[in-house]
């Protein structure tokens, strides 16, 4: 196991309140399993009470972000910009998260070809049961570069 002791807002390419994920609870060679609470700020279309499951894919891209991160600061490389592609098979037993209730979000690579990747995700919680396939994008650091200052 890898230590977790990190910071999500160094981990990912979001600043303020778009950094989602509280804490990395676990990490390994191909496996990361990140903590959240649910916000209730309006961020992403929910309100005061609940938050859209729908949610869950970018907890899940999140989650990734966080494992790529943590792999790039292992490397001595900047944190870099990742692209979600697609999902595949999001499965979830519910309609809304309850702002408030804690969620773990998982995130284990599946395949990772040059810079394409896929990853088994999962988001567990109170009564939550939520699975999907991430298809994620990482593009060579001058691309990267580049976009982040257009």
């Given at each position: 196991?890898?230590?977790?002791?990190?910071?999500?807002?160094?981990?990912?390419?979001?600043?303020?309140?778009?950094?989602?994920?509280?804490s990395v609870t676990f990490?390994?060679?191909?496996r990361l399993t990140a903590q959240l609470v649910v916000r209730g700020d309006g961020l992403l279309l929910g309100n005061a009470e609940s938050v859209p499951a729908?949610?869950?894919?970018?907890?899940?891209?999140?989650a990734i972000g966080a494992y790529v991160g943590i792999q790039a600061k292992q490397a001595g490389l900047?944190?870099?910009?990742?692209?979600?592609l697609g999902t595949r098979r999001y499965d979830s037993n519910v309609d809304s998260f309850p702002v408030?209730?804690?969620?773990?979000v998982s995130a284990e690579k599946i395949l990772q070809d040059?810079?394409?990747?896929v990853f088994e995700c999962r988001i567990c919680g109170d009564n939550v049961a939520i699975s999907a396939?991430?298809?994620?994008?990482?593009?060579?650091?001058?691309l990267t570069h580049r976009v982040q200052h257009e």
């Amino acid at each position: 196991m890898i230590s977790n002791d990190f910071v999500m807002a160094d981990l990912l390419p979001h600043t303020g309140q778009m950094v989602l994920l509280d804490s990395v609870t676990f990490v390994d060679e191909t496996r990361l399993t990140a903590q959240l609470v649910v916000r209730g700020d309006g961020l992403l279309l929910g309100n005061a009470e609940s938050v859209p499951a729908w949610t869950g894919i970018e907890y899940m891209a999140q989650a990734i972000g966080a494992y790529v991160g943590i792999q790039a600061k292992q490397a001595g490389l900047p944190i870099q910009l990742g692209f979600l592609l697609g999902t595949r098979r999001y499965d979830s037993n519910v309609d809304s998260f309850p702002v408030g209730s804690t969620l773990s979000v998982s995130a284990e690579k599946i395949l990772q070809d040059g810079q394409l990747g896929v990853f088994e995700c999962r988001i567990c919680g109170d009564n939550v049961a939520i699975s999907a396939t991430l298809n994620v994008y990482q593009p060579p650091e001058s691309l990267t570069h580049r976009v982040q200052h257009e």
